[in-house]
């Protein structure tokens, strides 16, 4: 089945905006939210997005008004909402009619989760558990949720499939909140008839859209490894920090299953096709990720090569915590949903790139100002930062 009305929470975000991309490609229309605390919006130039014919007055953010450019098909709406507003998401389910939910918006910084966990028990959990109240009382029970394996905490064999234990081992509130959001979505399900709902635990996200208009864009320091080896690329700093050499691996780096951002896209959208034609009940739970893994060193590698692009690094010690080996059985994926990930880690390398290389500065990219004499004074004046790079609104990132 295609078709069909799909509220997608988080949607600004990395993941939920590439997401959307797929869905609105596959016929279905969109109905996102977002609080954009992580997202730009540029007031200036952005018309304001309708629904029918009435103007929520609230500006689409530049990810999602590039995924419309790309697609050619607008959203059906977007409103800048926080998930724990209760009473303007019951409205907004109140004014539609959804098949479906995925649910993206959360917290995510491993390292700030332990800084502040209240705010993420209280934005993940206690979002998740408000949002489906909501369903309950508008009669939609199809959720797709957005897990991760952190939920696995240290692995107990590899690779891990969906049977590994859970929860015994999170090593931080971030990975904790995901485990409990399962274990609420598992008792919900065994407790009311009636419900379908797909965990998909993410190994490791990067990559961006082939066409480099949309990608990754952390805000402040980038927690995780292509962002931030973009970011260097760019000379927007100056060398990757490279977490220990002392691993039990082949090159003494850390290993990790890496998966592109798109055949994640991909599987959330064949996941949400399965669950609406073969009216799946009860709780199920995938892994998505590419079923093998690759060391820090095979990324940076990767990237040269396929992009010509130089990154400088520091080996530096080793993070507390922090794991040999880990990536995804993912044959449960293949068999159910009959996906698998078809893009190669220089397929993730050069579309980060071109993404990167295009915007400089992320979505507050506006254009390139040719230097002078392939110069620059490093001083910033009306928007335009020492790199050469014009930023929407005269941000600075």
């Known amino acids: 089945m295609t078709g069909g009305v799909v509220f997608v929470t988080g949607a600004a975000g990395y993941v939920g905006s590439h997401c959307v991309l797929e869905l609105l490609k596959s016929g279905y229309d969109v109905v996102g939210v977002d609080n954009c605390s992580n997202a730009v919006i540029d007031d200036e130039t952005n018309g304001l997005v309708t629904n029918g014919n009435k103007q929520t007055g609230h500006p689409l953010p530049e990810s999602l008004r590039r995924v419309e450019q790309i697609v050619g098909k607008k959203l059906k709406s977007f409103y800048k909402v926080d998930i724990c507003d209760e009473k303007t998401i019951d409205g907004i389910f109140a004014a539609n009619k959804f098949d479906a939910v995925i649910h993206f918006a959360a917290l995510k910084a491993v390292g700030e989760s332990c800084q502040i966990p209240l705010a993420y028990y209280r934005n993940n959990v206690g979002g998740t558990v408000t949002l489906l109240d909501i369903m309950k009382r508008n009669g939609v029970k199809k959720f797709i949720f957005s897990s991760s394996a952190t939920v696995y905490g240290t692995a107990e064999y590899l690779p891990i499939d969906e ?166 059985d993912v044959q449960k994926a293949n ?61 600075k990132n």
Not at 346 to 358: E, G, R, T
Not at 364 to 387: D, F, L, R, W, Y
């Open 335 to 395: 068999d159910k949903l009959n996906w698998k990930a078809e893009l190669t880690l220089k397929d993730m390398c050069a579309h980060s790139w071109k993404w990167q290389s295009k915007n400089p500065m992320g979505y507050q990219t506006c254009e390139v100002i040719p230097k002078k004499n392939g110069t620059s004074n490093g001083q910033s004046t009306n928007g335009i930062n020492g790199n050469g790079i014009k930023t929407l609104n005269g941000n």
């Open 163 to 328: 049977k590994h234990p859970t929860g015994r081992n999170c090593t931080n509130p971030y990975g904790k909140t995901k485990y409990f959001i399962e274990e609420v979505l598992k008792d919900l399900s065994v407790s009311e008839k009636g419900w379908s709902i797909a965990s998909l635990r993410y190994f490791n996200p990067v990559g961006a859209h082939e066409s480099g208009e949309i990608g990754e864009d952390p805000q402040g320091v980038p927690n995780n490894l292509m962002p931030y080896l973009c970011q260097v690329a760019v000379q927007r700093r100056p060398y990757l920090n490279v977490f220990g050499n002392d691993f039990k691996t082949t090159d003494g780096t850390g290993v990790r299953d890496y998966i592109h951002i798109m055949d994640l896209a991909r599987g959330h959208v064949v996941t949400l096709s399965k669950m609406l034609e073969q009216n799946w009940n009860g709780w199920h739970v995938f892994n998505l990720g590419a079923g093998r893994g690759y060391s820090v060193l095979d990324v940076i590698h990767a990237f040269e090569e396929s992009t010509g692009a130089r990154v400088p690094y520091k080996i530096v010690d080793r993070r507390l915590g922090d794991i040999d080996e880990l990536w995804a």
